[in-house]
């Protein structure tokens, strides 16, 4: 890793941050889980009580590739003869012999399914060696031989094993069977979150269930904040929540990018100065003003301006030109009396409340402005400006009473 310090007046450091030198890309990090499934010595799932034996016969993908080949092929012969032929003969033959093979595939199956419920109910650790995913998790390229034995794998989470290109072998479940194994895996999984295995819970998750955003979330409740961003960002498409992650993690310098990329320019800037790069920072939330600007929010961007980058007269400024017509003119109004009397300015106060009355704006705008004022009245720091702003309010709310309807009459007494 490279440090980030800095060096003050007498020369000592001090440190800032930490970056890695070469940071982890993702395909180096899905390569180097390519060997994780079936690395363990081989073995079978314990049978259940009462299992019936298991079908005899059940035969080779071999033969049953061969029996498959056998029918096509006796498919596309020339039909029509008066009297079967052997054609018709090694077409039956084969056909017989391939639904015996699929019966008996279903029922080998079908017994693996049994032991594996039952390895899960008793002996949950175990079981999930041997679990049967059902959720769309890793991608999988072309199908691979049938079989009917769930072999074990690696039940710790690796983003390696969601890179997918592997072949599958999928099975037919029912409806029935894949529903009760969904809400199996599920309370196995909350069970190691309680137990604090995070990362057991988000291998259940991802790779059993495809739910990749409790996977995300069960990865940052265990502090891999990493694995947690990789997820969001690649698997969800969710980069801000990727970054997020990141920076709960304190993975600062890999977070800033993810929400300038999000155009999260203020946050970007809070990241800056926690690192003490006083220039970036500004230079993000100058772009976070612009951004309020160009939304229409004259108020957010007049507190960016006021706060984060203390530019108090570019505020006022902005507060200025949002009256009479904005849609914030009347919030406006009251940061622009909040930022007078923070500032000490006393007499700009008066004079912007002088200039309200005198400037009469259409009778729509006179209960924005006599409420304005009224709020002035009650908070503002000083006792003329606050006499001056009770004095406008009467004038301005007199103006509107002889058109008000009852309510709005009301409101401005």
């Known amino acids: 890793h490279t ?6 007046e007498v020369g000592a450091t001090r440190l800032l941050a930490a970056e890695p030198e070469d940071p982890p890309r993702l395909d180096a990090i899905l390569a180097s889980g390519k060997g994780d499934i ?3 010595r081989p073995e079978e799932l314990p049978p259940a009580p009462g299992e019936p034996p298991a079908p005899a016969g059940l035969g080779s993908w071999l033969g049953k590739s061969f029996l498959g080949a056998v029918n096509w092929l006796a498919s596309k012969a020339p039909g029509g003869a008066p009297q079967p032929t052997w054609i018709d003969k090694v077409r039956d033959w084969s056909a017989e012999k391939l639904q015996k093979f699929a019966a008996d595939l279903k029922s080998a199956r ?17 079981g999930l060696k041997f679990a049967l995913p059902i959720g769309s998790g890793p991608s999988t390229r072309g199908l691979a031989p049938p079989g009917a034995v769930l072999g074990p794998r690696n039940i710790d989470f690796s983003l390696g094993r969601l890179g997918g290109g592997k072949s599958a072998d999928p099975w037919d479940l ?10 199996r895996y599920r309370d196995l999984a909350l069970r190691e979150l309680r137990l604090g295995r995070h990362r057991r819970a988000a291998y259940i998750f991802a790779e059993l269930l495809g739910d990749f955003r409790a996977a995300a979330d069960a990865l940052v409740e265990g502090r891999h904040f990493r694995e947690a961003a990789v997820l969001f960002r690649d698997r969800l498409k969710q980069p801000l929540l990727a970054a997020q992650a990141l920076e709960k993690g304190g993975l600062v310098t890999e977070a800033i990018p993810l929400f300038e990329a999000e155009g999260r320019w203020e946050t970007a800037g809070d990241l800056y100065a926690r690192l003490e790069r006083p220039e970036e920072a500004a230079l993000s939330w100058r772009r976070a003003a612009e951004h309020h600007r160009e939304k229409g929010d004259l108020l957010g961007a007049g507190k960016m301006l006021e706060g984060k980058l203390a530019a108090p007269d570019e505020a006022l400024a902005l507060y200025t030109q949002t009256w009479p017509w904005s849609h914030q003119a009347g919030p406006c109004l009251g940061a622009h009396f909040d930022l007078l009397g923070r500032l000490g300015r006393h007499d700009d106060a ?8 005198r400037d009469t704006p259409a009778p729509s705008r006179l209960p924005v402005l006599a409420r304005a004022l009224a709020d002035a009245t009650a908070a503002y720091p000083d ?15 007199g103006r509107r ?7 709005e009459a009301q409101d401005l007494l």
């Open 3 to 8: 440090g980030l310090v800095e060096r003050d």
């Open 38 to 40: 079936g690395s363990g």
């Open 110 to 126: 079908d017994r693996e399914l049994n032991r594996l419920m039952h390895l899960l109910e008793n002996d949950p650790d175990q």
């Open 174 to 183: 029912p409806w029935k069977t894949q529903q009760e194994l969904i809400k």
């Open 350 to 357: 008066a004079r912007l409340v002088a200039r309200l009355v």
């Open 383 to 397: 006792r003329r400006v606050r006499d001056r702003a009770a004095d406008a309010a009467r004038v301005v709310a």
């Open 401 to 407: 009473l002889a058109s008000a309807e009852p309510l």
